[in-house]
């Protein structure tokens, strides 16, 4: 196991839901049915919540701390998206820590929404966010929709052939089961014959997959059940229709913050890799612009900031690489 692993390990408190809306300051709602949508979370406690509205906070960067002023980096975009002022974002909602909303508010959150917000200020642009179900994050990008895809987008091969990732948070893929099952699912072996539930469409499939074939014998595989949002999984867990679940760290830690003493996690971190920002293959200079402004975020603290205010900044990259997804 990398040593990332090892202290990654000592991230797993344990989780709580709260109500995922969509948000609609700067978001332009797609007609599709969203991966993640409709989640239903409880407001998070005091003593967890999170300040935000000051995503322009770290905008005045030295250019001696970042090698680049926020005019310099606003040079670099490409002429058509400096010119339309705007940067199209496509995510797909909802996903906490990375994506969501809280119950009854329309206002976008997360690790991934305040980094996106922070690095439009730098370029001088503004920011609307596209909710789009996850299995057309893709074509979104490919057909000109959305300038690129933020979203816990995993960096991998098979997607590299169609565009290019600025990899920028670390993750891996982590099985959460509720306590009520302490005492007959002790390890990943004991799910053989058992339901996993699985988000559709997303790389959590394929390893889960590969997983069953590897633990179990062939006449008691896992039965893996993909189901759109945590919202539905998490009623699939109660009315023991499944009995675990498959996904990133970052959204089982946020689950167990929400709900202490609800759920344990079995086996180790698994598939650890990067999520990336996913551009078009000819979108270089967008990228490179994009890429630049990370680096500023990096170099003056307000990366390591932002995942801070969602308790992610072991999740944060030493340094930002493309497409270095396996």
């Not at 979203?151 to 920028?168: C, P, V």
Request: hydrophobic share 40%; aromatic share 8%.
């Amino acid at each position: 196991m990398p040593a990332c692993a090892a202290s990654w390990h000592a991230f797993w408190p344990s989780s709580d839901p709260r109500s995922m809306n969509m948000k609609e300051e700067h978001v332009m709602k797609s007609n599709e049915t969203s991966r993640r949508a409709g989640l239903s979370f409880a407001r998070l406690a005091a003593a967890t919540a999170i300040a935000l509205g000051v995503a322009g906070s770290f905008s005045a960067a030295s250019a001696a701390e970042s090698g680049k002023s926020n005019e310099q980096l606003r040079e670099m975009l490409p002429a058509n998206v400096r010119d339309a002022g705007t940067m199209k974002v496509a995510i797909s909602l909802a996903y906490p820590p990375m994506e969501y909303s809280d119950a009854g508010s329309t206002d976008l959150k997360g690790a991934d929404i305040d980094l996106a917000k922070e690095v439009a200020n730098r370029l001088g642009l503004k920011i609307d966010f596209q909710n789009v179900d996850f299995s057309q994050l893709i074509t979104s990008v490919t057909t000109g929709r959305a300038d690129m895809v933020w979203t816990a987008f995993s960096d991998i091969t098979e997607r590299q052939g169609k565009l290019d990732f600025i990899d920028y948070f670390k993750t891996g893929n982590q099985i959460f089961v509720p306590v009520s099952y302490q005492d007959s699912v002790k390890t990943v072996k004991d799910l053989c014959g058992k339901t996993v539930s699985v988000a559709t469409g997303t790389s959590w499939v394929g390893f889960m997959e590969n997983l069953s074939k590897e633990t179990c014998d062939a006449s008691a595989q896992m039965n893996l059940l993909q189901i759109g949002t945590l919202g539905e999984q998490l009623m699939q867990l109660k009315q023991d229709r499944a009995q675990a679940v498959m996904m990133g760290f970052e959204g089982v830690l946020d689950l167990q913050k929400q709900q202490p003493d609800k759920f344990y996690t079995v086996g180790e971190l698994y598939d650890q890799g990067n999520y990336g920002i996913a551009f078009a293959k000819e979108a270089t200079q967008l990228r490179g612009a994009v890429l630049a402004t990370l680096e500023a975020m990096k170099a003056d603290g307000a990366y390591e900031e932002i995942l801070g205010r969602y308790g992610l900044k072991e999740a944060a990259v030493d340094s930002f690489t493309v497409n270095a997804g396996k």
